[in-house]
């Protein structure tokens, strides 16, 4: 018994070494951002604010402590260009029909103060990609799966505005 609760103890211990050494050298997950209190509140335009994508935006806001207001106490406004999708065929089966995909989504998007209209992050353009394979007898659920591809795609667009945000406004 003494044996098995010393191994335990050590590899807790080990464990929770790693964990420390990975908080030490910049190790973050996904989503997690340093965002200044003073980006926020932001009022994000340019988008539908009903559409999935700004719906992302805004719940990823929220989980790093920032507010998404549509009036007056915005301090800083994310505006969004360009978002768009596209999908292009990159295999056929051996019949001649679409077998995979490629799915891309770009969005271009910049930060100013609100109150002086100042450019915090100039425009720029992201785009991610990812493939997809099509298998007929799935039916519906290859639509399923095309949604998630695309889910996925506005998640690392996000990712990748909050991260840019981070950056700039340290």
């Not at 420390?20 to 989503?31: I, S, T």
């Not at 932001?42 to 009036?71: K, P, W």
């Not at 007056?72 to 360009?82: F, G, N």
Request: proline share 2%; hydrophobic share 40%; aromatic share 8%.
């Amino acid at each position: 018994m003494e044996r098995f609760r010393s191994r335990w103890l050590l590899l807790a211990s080990l464990l929770g070494l790693v964990l420390v050494m990975l908080g030490g050298c910049g190790f973050h997950l996904r989503g997690d951002h340093d965002l200044p209190a003073s980006v926020g509140p932001m009022q994000v335009t340019g988008i539908d604010r009903f559409s999935r994508f700004h719906r992302t935006l805004r719940y990823a806001l929220l989980d790093n402590g920032i507010q998404v207001s549509e009036g007056q106490e915005a301090r800083t406004q994310l505006v969004l260009r360009d978002y768009r999708g596209s999908q292009f065929v990159t295999a056929l089966d051996l019949e001649g029909k679409a077998a995979e995909y490629e799915l891309s989504r770009s969005v271009t998007f910049s930060l100013r103060d609100k109150s002086t209209g100042r450019e915090l992050i100039a425009p720029k353009e992201i785009e991610r990609r990812a493939l997809y394979t099509d298998e007929p007898q799935a039916g519906f659920g290859i639509t399923l799966q095309r949604e998630e591809v695309i889910a996925q795609l506005d998640e690392q667009l996000v990712d990748d505005i909050l991260r840019a945000i981070s950056l700039r406004m340290r």
